[in-house]
């Protein structure tokens, strides 16, 4: 499914062909200059020392929700809460690893990680869930280090024996690219991370591309340091002028090893494809 998310630049046609040899060459050579300059790095010693989540910081109450009013009331963030959100003199959330060295972080407060939830209606809407309380547990995070035991806030929900849960732990900061951005290299962006499988190898990723063409194809460059994804248009439907629309569509790459810390990259920005959460939990 293909989501219409802003603006493409018109011109005389929509996107080009996979088929142009000079272009997909460029594009090639542009991802083995950002593996090279992330190989090695600061950055990439950055990208491996940090907290870096790539699964959603939300967890449904165990066995999923109880029907479909309670599924759209979480999607479109309709939350009312009753009584108070508790507080807690903590400022540090301790993130760890299995038989690797743990990473503190900034301890998100329980009322800010409800508010990243409740993003609906005022007064919650119909139809809408109801925090009953919350008190700070912890639960499992993929990372591209692996699963990361993190504090989370275990919120109570009227109707539910367990409670929701939200990861309460602010993610590091991405490092600044040891290489800049190119607008001269023909390609498509690889717009964000939205998931990598349980075996580190499976990637899932949005791609933009353009609204005349058949989808994004993105093609993966592997080194010890980095995953370098190139994003490009699978191939031109027509010529002409296009609509001033841009796509993301999902595409799902596999690795040859596991992530195992690595970072993944777009090959044109040259930074880290950034990851962000699905409204599915």
Do not use: N
């Not at 009227?158 to 390609?187: K, N, Q, W």
């Amino acid at each position: 499914m293909a989501l219409v998310v802003g603006v493409l630049v018109v011109g005389a046609a929509c996107g080009s062909p996979e088929g142009d040899a000079g272009d997909a060459e460029a594009l090639r050579e542009r991802a083995r200059r950002v593996g090279a300059a992330w190989e090695g790095s600061e950055a990439a010693a950055s990208w491996r020392a940090g907290y870096h989540p790539v699964s959603g910081a939300v967890r449904p109450p165990r066995g999923g929700w109880h029907g479909g009013d309670d599924q759209r009331a979480y999607e479109k963030g309709a939350f009312v809460v009753r009584g108070k959100l508790p507080r807690t003199g903590a400022k540090k959330a301790r993130v760890a690893w299995a038989g690797q060295a743990p990473v503190v972080r900034p301890l998100v407060a329980a009322r800010d990680a409800y508010a990243a939830m409740a993003f609906g209606p005022h007064g919650g809407g119909r139809p809408h869930l109801t925090v009953t309380g919350a008190r700070l547990g912890t639960m499992t995070v993929a990372t591209p280090r692996g699963p990361a035991a993190v504090p989370a806030w275990l919120f109570a929900l009227d109707g539910y024996d367990t409670p929701l849960r939200r990861a309460a732990a602010t993610p590091s900061p991405a490092p600044r690219s040891p290489i800049a951005p190119t607008r001269s290299v023909p390609g498509q962006r690889v717009d964000r991370l939205t998931g990598v499988g349980a075996d580190g190898r499976a990637v899932t990723v949005l791609a933009s591309h353009g609204a005349c063409d058949d989808g994004p194809r993105v093609a993966v460059l592997e080194t010890r340091d980095g995953v370098v994804l190139s994003g490009s248009v699978a191939k031109a439907r027509h010529t002409g002028l296009c609509t001033k629309q841009s796509k993301l569509t999902p595409v799902r790459v596999r690795l040859k090893r596991p992530l195992d810390g690595r970072v993944v990259l777009d090959a044109l920005t040259g930074a880290p494809v950034p990851y962000k959460e699905t409204a599915a939990g």
